[in-house]
């Protein structure tokens, strides 16, 4: 019988170190590694860029919580992001991509990899008719996010796995917002997960960092063939926080998923608030599928302010405990406005966001506090 999630984030990759017993794996704080004789590495590794001990046993310990073969730590959610569609796509191929996509995946695509000759074309993900009409003779790649970021909307894994077989192509999930805890994209059908492990997996807001979980052989020996060749790696330190954190996810999650529900019933039919875009409301339009797919409904809540952008900016402004942040995932709840901000790159373009758009990355701080700050931030 295989381990459980909790066992397994808290073991996988995480023996105890073999020279000294240390129960915690050390921060490997070096660059090169000392041979005996010309190739003879001790323990496998000659140069940190290409292999760390400590990037080695976040990557394992990665691996595991997807359910993948193979894990591959990066500098950031973006460099995991890069490394992925340069490793899958060359000038003329074609991939389809959220039209409620990260901004800063959007930027990626349209403003660099577009150069190159790579096209995209943007989908509503939660509805796979629109994503299989969105496949050209030339598309590679499937890029999902769910749930998506700021908009919350919840494509069907298992369903977009289908069409990707059917159409050849690869199917990519950013997994970032549910973390491996909530869902598993790879049971499901997908070739790679991809995620910011800035967010859930560190947890704690004080570590940039990405990951690349996929099990096909192939793909996986491109991506570490890019992770050394391009060196878009975390420092040992980075990686020894990201495993710190992602030892907690479990019960981290559990919590984030609870206090948001609560906050959730709190904004409900509130007078100020015009509409909440959280999948564990019944109304969601992608509610079945994330009951189905998801372990938690998870700690990202987005609304839409009743009274339109500039009393969406003043309730940013007025939070006591949520602070006005980008970001999301940390241990502290964080309250940000994505127009002016995380997704200030998609104005003008067919991703804009709403203008009286609030996002809540809800912290594992008391409910209690966190319900009342927010309803006396909306006066
Ligand atoms: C869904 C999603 N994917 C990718 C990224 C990029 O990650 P990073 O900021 O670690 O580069 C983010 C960052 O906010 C994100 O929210």
């Known amino acids: 019988m295989s381990d459980g999630f ?8 995480q023996e105890a170190d073999p020279t000294t017993g240390s129960v915690i794996v050390p921060i490997h704080a070096t660059s090169t590694y000392a041979q005996d004789g010309v190739g003879g590495m001790r323990g496998g590794y000659e140069y940190s860029r290409t292999g760390n001990p400590t990037r080695t046993a976040l990557e394992q310990c990665l691996a595991e919580l997807e359910g993948g073969r193979y894990g591959r730590a990066f500098a950031s959610g973006m460099a995991a992001t890069d490394a992925v569609l340069r490793a899958t796509l060359r000038p003329g191929d074609h991939l389809v991509i959220p039209d409620d996509a990260y901004g800063g995946t959007f930027r990626l695509i349209d403003k660099v990899l577009s150069g190159w000759g790579i096209e995209y074309t943007p989908a509503p993900v939660s509805d796979v008719d629109a994503v299989r ?156 599928v994330a009951a189905k797919q998801m372990r938690h409904f998870g700690g990202m809540i987005s609304f839409l302010h009743a009274d339109g952008e500039e009393a969406a900016l003043q309730v940013c402004a007025r939070t006591r405990l949520f602070t006005l942040a980008e970001s999301l ?41 966190l319900v009342e700050d927010i309803l006396q931030a909306l006066g």
Do not use: C
């Open 6 to 13: 909790a066992t397994r984030a808290i073991h996988a990759g």
């Open 329 to 369: 995932g940390g241990v502290e709840s964080l309250i940000e406005h994505p127009g002016r901000m995380t997704h200030a790159s998609t104005a003008g373009s067919m991703l804009q966001v709403p203008a009286e758009l609030v996002r809540l990355s809800v912290g594992i701080e008391d409910a209690d506090d």
């Open 133 to 288: 009409a969105a496949i050209q003779p030339n598309t590679k790649l499937i890029w999902i996010e769910t749930p998506t970021n700021p908009l919350l909307n919840i494509a069907d894994i298992a369903a977009l796995a289908q069409v990707s077989r059917e159409a050849g192509t690869k199917l990519v999930v950013d997994n970032t917002f549910a973390s491996p805890f909530l869902q598993q994209p790879l049971e499901l059908g997908a070739n790679v997960v991809v995620h910011s492990t800035t967010k859930y997996l560190g947890g704690h807001s004080d570590v940039v960092g990405g990951a690349v979980i996929t099990s096909d052989d192939e793909l996986a020996e491109q991506i570490a063939f890019l992770q050394n060749g391009a060196g878009a790696v975390p420092g040992p330190f980075d990686a020894f926080l990201t495993l710190r954190g992602a030892k907690t996810l479990a019960i981290r999650m559990e919590r984030h998923s609870a206090n948001a529900e609560r906050i959730v019933a709190a904004l409900a039919g509130h007078p100020k608030v015009a509409k909440v875009l959280y999948p564990g409301l019944p109304e969601h339009p992608g509610h079945e």
